[in-house]
């Protein structure tokens, strides 16, 4: 259900939205259904940055680990409103994002694998969390074509998935149907801020020129940080975390996997039309956006070892994404201290779980001028109180969603 998400006031504010991704547009697609003028710019064709590089794993249950319960309780709570949230879209759009709930397998390959799935499943079960433990021979009958070497699992019941290109279609039919304008191929060059308030967008090229808003959203993923007209003191701490990814083709009538799967170093996710989407790399390697032949051996090595039917499958596609992390892998939402400044960035692998929470509570900050209680944690103003450092993961180190 969405976050008390209606409007009420009569006068609605004019927002120029900065990135075309899911968030972006799931904000853009909210307020433009309440009555506001709204403008997307991206400088490439929408959604064609980390949302479509993205695997569309709903996986708040299988990837909870210690230290990240605050995240936990947002992870969850947008999952549980994803199935309205994808219903509501289609009905929308016309378009259907492949909800799929058939639940997310992770699966143990030795000893050591199965000590540290047992450290996390335990943990899980503290947080409340329905996961369930599974023998070797228990998650073969789910998944029969299994390696025999798997001697452990976990079923988690509740992680499903989407289809995230499909998401992006959908999100841009039903954005433009409720009124929304979409400008690609514009950069914005710079938020205009002024006397301590977001007066507008400079952009460049074909568009230049100041464009005047009551609201200026951020929510340009990676590239967040390096926006023209930010203070310091709000310059998001975003980087770009890198990940190859590949697709292999399987039969539509009798697939090799029917749930999402997570095994040591890759996850794999079945699509209805027989796509299996692996991923994915982390790499700390800026905006490099070149597969490489270790990458990609170290994932069909991976899913070989747990999957070993896939050696006859032909490769459908290879590619590179850029996560969008923030210093504490957590995403900005909110308000800053510029007024009419809002942001909506930094979701690292969680943009596809987290679109309906963010579509929603950031449109009820701009609607209605107050924080959801459920993004109150996640203010940029948590890293003027806590300035850290960023945590570099090293290669392989952290598996997840390229969002």
Not at 18 to 31: T, Y
Not at 201 to 223: I, K, N, P, S, T
Not at 328 to 340: F, N, Q
Request: one cysteine or more; hydrophobic letters at 45%; charged letters at 20%.
């Amino acid at each position: 259900m969405p976050l008390g998400f209606q409007a009420t006031s009569p006068a609605r504010p004019s927002v120029g939205i900065v990135g075309a991704g899911v968030c972006g547009l799931g904000i853009g697609w909210r307020l433009a259904g309440a009555g506001c003028r709204v403008d997307v710019f991206d400088r490439a064709e929408p959604g064609r940055g980390a949302s479509w590089a993205a695997a569309g794993m709903l996986a708040a249950r299988a990837e909870a680990e210690p230290g990240e319960e605050t995240l936990l309780a947002l992870n969850l709570a947008s999952q549980e409103m994803w199935p309205g949230f994808a219903a509501e879209l289609a009905a929308a759009g016309g378009v259907s994002v492949d909800y799929r709930d058939e639940g997310t397998l992770i699966v143990a390959l030795d000893r050591d694998d199965a000590e540290a799935l047992r450290f996390t499943y335990d943990y899980q079960r503290r947080q409340g969390l329905d996961v369930h433990w599974l023998s070797g021979a228990e998650a073969r009958k789910r998944e029969p074509f299994l390696s025999p070497n798997v001697g452990a699992g976990v079923y988690s019941p509740g992680d499903h998935q989407v289809d995230n290109r499909k998401l992006v279609e959908a999100l841009l039919q039903a954005f433009r149907a409720a009124g929304g304008r979409l400008h690609t191929g514009v950069e914005v060059a710079a938020i205009d801020i002024e006397g301590g308030r977001a007066r507008g967008l400079v952009l460049a090229g074909a568009e230049a020129g100041v464009r005047r808003y009551d609201v200026v959203v951020l929510a340009a993923g990676a590239w967040s940080r390096g926006i023209a007209g930010l203070p310091d003191a709000l310059r998001p701490p975003v980087r770009p975390l890198k990940g190859q990814m590949l697709s292999l083709q399987m039969d539509p009538e009798d697939p090799l996997l029917r749930h999402v799967l997570w095994a040591p170093g890759v996850y794999l996710v079945p699509r209805l039309d027989g796509r299996m989407i692996v991923g994915a790399t982390v790499e700390e390697k800026g905006f490099d956006p070149s597969l490489t032949a270790g990458g990609v051996l170290d994932l069909l090595r991976s899913t070989w070892e747990a999957l070993p039917g896939v050696t006859e499958l032909p490769i459908v596609e290879m590619w590179v994404g850029h996560r969008p992390t923030s210093r504490d892998d957590a995403p900005i939402l909110g308000p800053t201290l510029v007024d009419g400044l809002v942001m909506a960035t930094g979701h690292h692998r969680n943009g596809i779980l987290l679109t309906p929470v963010t579509a929603d509570a950031v449109s009820h900050y701009i609607l209605h001028g107050k924080v959801m209680p459920v993004i109150e944690p996640f203010s940029i103003a948590r890293f003027a109180k806590k300035p850290g450092r960023a945590r570099p993961a090293a290669d392989g180190a952290k598996l997840g969603v390229v969002t």
